[in-house]
Nanobody, 115 residues
Framework: QVQVVESGGGLVQPGGSLRLSCAAS????????AGWYRQAPGKERELVAD???????NYADSVKGRFTISRDNAKKTVYLQMNSLKSEDTAVYFC?????????WGQGTQVTVSL
């Protein structure tokens, strides 16, 4: 069993920064792929960024150049550094961990970008 816990969300002004963390624990014995998704009210969940088990990264066009996904394998933690935040980045951010063809999701963390 794998547990996924997100943290780091909050309220930030437009132009500000936040760093989200996604800590995985449990039966993890190999490198894994992970991704950050977000869901705004009334909208579908969308991919923000992901990182493969080999550290290849991929970003949604809307966040390229502003967000960076990274990982610390020793800590089994994946990060999402978010800079130059915009009001349209407001959403609940979810972390997904894919291990052995199984998806594990966290409970989500709220990010609100507002004056």
């Amino acid at each position: 069993q794998v547990q996924v816990v997100e943290s780091g969300g909050g309220l930030v002004q437009p132009g500000g920064s936040l760093r989200l963390s996604c800590a995985a624990s449990g039966s993890i014995y190999s490198r894994y792929a992970a991704g950050w998704y977000r869901q705004a009210p009334g909208k579908e969940r969308e991919l923000v960024a992901d990182i493969s088990s080999g550290d290849k990264t991929n970003y949604a066009d809307s966040v390229k150049g502003r967000f960076t996904i990274s990982r610390d394998n020793a800590k089994k933690t994946v990060y999402l550094q978010m800079n130059s935040l915009k009001s349209e980045d407001t959403a609940v951010y979810f972390c997904n961990v894919r291990l052995a063809y199984t998806d594990y999701w966290g409970q989500g963390t709220q990010v609100t970008v507002s004056l």
